[in-house]
């Protein structure tokens, strides 16, 4: 999912992002929190994702179009076919393996009034998990993911100066006990994160002037990576961006990567961490990455001012080595995978079109016109956020189009259903990664 910033800042919706698009630079503080705040929600101006992000920022160029409902497309890596050496027989078997992780099957999970809550797409049954009354504290699920077929994982920071009171909790989806599984020190903020188990997971936070990469497991903690923020840094956002922390399924490696951040105004890389090795691998040039199996990550080419991007690549963990898969749309954005396959939706950005690309057989098809932002619900189902044209002031904020909330799909009936009243509760997430 994905994925864009996740948990314990303040929920900052998308259109507001998108005003946000003017460069800014902002200053770091040694002992004023009200600054640091500042600093932070800045930060959140570039985020465009994460996994289930409502909507994009619209400064990027028109592109050409491409041929589109190509059916039975064959992929080529370097230009070469690729053997079809899964085939439908694996793809089933890949399928079965899902129901038998008994994951959450049917269930969108979103934030709405610091509280969190789940959308049943079979029962259309709507049930809040969570019963906060502190209106001072603000949860956040960019970046979080469903652990298990019983927990969610999320983080909940205050936004009051002095202590922001920061945590990383589970919660139990059957009973709603939430359990606090890290409490970080008063001056520390927390600016996201991602869960591999309840006690496996990994944060960046901000302390004084540090920006932290931190890893726990099992009740021992370490930093990956610190980095010295800079008396002044940030920008606006736009379509490449990406926020995300997330662990490989088998938990062994890790990705981050934060396109504006102190480690550059335009950082457009992804830092792999080899968590059994305690070493680090950067693939350059690249934007949006999903974990496309425990070896190799789905990403988006970064061209910069060359073109704005070369569509989707994979990158091997262990070879190091990146092959494009050809035939995609260069315009190809926000790579999102079905859990236990290799079954891919993605945006192809500027026509705002939602396509399946399924790399077992090659085909490559769209499913719905007027979409964004693709994320997986089950093995039948798709979430996106649907959205109509505007003209002149009758568009939100800055965006050429309206939002008129979020549909899923069935790939069963090839039909998208929209879901009555949810259409501005912040990122959605689903139990796939």
């Known amino acids: 999912m994905d994925e864009n910033k ?3 800042t303040p929920i900052v919706s998308e259109e507001a992002q998108a005003e946000s698009s003017t460069a800014t630079t902002h200053t770091p503080t040694k002992a004023k929190p009200n600054t640091l705040l500042v600093v932070v929600l800045v930060i959140l101006g570039i985020l465009l994702v994460g996994g289930g992000a409502y909507a994009f920022i619209t400064t990027q160029r028109k592109t050409e179009q491409e041929p589109k409902g190509r059916v039975g497309v064959e992929v080529k890596v370097n230009g070469n076919k690729e053997p079809d050496e899964e085939g439908p027989e694996k793809e089933n ?7 038998k992780k008994g994951v959450v099957a049917n269930k969108i999970f979103y934030v709405n ?13 709507t049930v809040q998990l969570t019963s906060y009354t502190d209106t001072s504290h603000n949860i956040n699920l960019n970046g979080a993911n469903v ?3 019983k927990t969610l994982g999320f983080s909940r920071c205050a936004t009051v100066t002095g202590d922001f009171a920061c945590g990383l909790y589970t919660l139990n989806l059957e009973t709603k006990n939430i359990d606090e599984r890290k409490k970080l020190p008063k001056d520390e903020f927390l600016l996201m994160s991602g869960f591999a188990t309840e006690t496996k997971f990994s944060y960046l936070y901000m302390k004084g002037e ?6 726990y497991d099992g009740g021992s903690l370490k930093n990956l990576e610190e980095v010295d923020i800079p008396e002044a840094y940030g920008r606006g956002g ?41 070493s680090k691998d950067i693939v350059k040039d690249a934007t949006q990455p999903q974990w496309l199996d425990n070896g190799s990550i789905i990403y ?23 092959e494009k898969i050809s035939d995609l749309m260069y315009s190809s954005y926000l790579p999102n995978v079905l859990l236990g396959t290799k079954k891919i939706v993605y945006n192809n950005y500027p026509d705002k079109q939602v396509w399946l690309f399924e790399k077992a057989n090659g085909k490559n ?28 002031g009758e568009c939100d904020g800055m965006s050429d189009y309206n939002i008129l909330g979020i549909s899923v799909f069935d790939l069963k009936t090839n039909k998208a259903t929209l879901i009555p009243g949810l259409n501005a509760m912040g990122p959605l997430v689903t139990e796939y990664k």
């Open 300 to 322: 988006r080419k970064y061209m910069g001012n060359s073109g704005g991007g070369d569509g989707l690549y994979v990158y091997d963990v262990k070879t190091k080595t990146s």
């Open 210 to 215: 540090k920006w932290v990469l931190a890893l």
């Open 147 to 149: 652990i298990n077929e």
């Open 6 to 8: 996740p948990l314990e």
């Open 93 to 99: 078997k890949e399928e079965k393996a899902i129901s």
């Open 365 to 392: 098809v769209k499913l719905s016109d007027w979409a964004l932002n693709p994320i997986w619900v089950n093995e039948n189902n798709i979430a996106f956020t649907s959205v109509e044209g505007c003209s002149g």
């Open 113 to 125: 009034s610091g509280n969190i809550f789940s959308y049943d797409i079979q029962t259309k049954q």
């Open 238 to 278: 736009f379509i490449e961006d990406s926020e995300k922390i997330a662990l490989s399924p088998d938990g062994k490696y890790l990705i981050h990567i934060s396109t504006g951040s102190p480690r550059g105004s335009m950082d457009f890389n992804i830092y792999v961490y080899n968590l059994a090795e305690n």
